[in-house]
């Protein structure tokens, strides 16, 4: 049912954990589901993805997508991390049954809560702006101890 990919990316989940520096966090939620999926992004003065880190509190193959969406952008400038669709991420793990599809939507929208909560925390509130206005995630509020 699972492809080795995904099997890999979630017995051997790259980037799991919290991130103490970052200066972007997005978590975001499916209702139906329940699940919670949360992303910490080190961005760099040049906007250069340096380090980025997830928790996802879910299914096996959220685990699974939020690892590899973080493998795909990490080293990306955030604006190109900000184009990462699920269907990449679900290319990238050589597919996912249909009924787990909505597993990577939670990742890219995690991806774009975090660099949204970048801009944010930058006063780049035009561009966090344009986020919200393309996104329909139920953002949940991360936190800000940083
Ligand atoms: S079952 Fe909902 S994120 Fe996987």
Redesign the pocket.
């Known amino acids: 049912m699972y492809t080795e990919k995904v099997m890999d990316h979630f017995s051997n989940p790259r980037n799991m954990g919290e991130l103490d520096d970052a200066n972007g966090v997005g978590m975001v939620g499916?209702a139906?589901?329940?699940?919670i999926?949360k992303i910490f992004l080190k961005v760099s003065d040049d906007g250069i993805i340096e380090d980025i880190s997830f928790k996802t509190f879910?299914?096996?193959?959220?685990v699974a997508?939020s690892s590899m969406a973080t493998e795909l952008i990490k080293g990306k400038h955030i604006e190109e991390a900000l184009k990462l669709s699920n269907a990449a991420v679900v290319e990238a793990l050589e597919g996912l049954p249909p009924?787990?599809l909505?597993?990577s939507v939670?990742a890219e929208e995690a991806v774009h809560a975090a660099i949204k909560d970048y801009y944010e925390r930058m006063g780049m509130h035009e561009k966090a702006e344009e986020i919200a206005e393309n996104e329909h995630f139920e953002e949940h509020e991360a936190p800000r101890e940083h």
Do not use: F, P, Q
């Not at 139906?32 to 699940?35: E, I, L, T, Y």
């Open positions: 499916n139906k589901c329940g699940d999926m879910g299914c096996g193959a959220a997508t009924a787990k909505h597993c939670l």
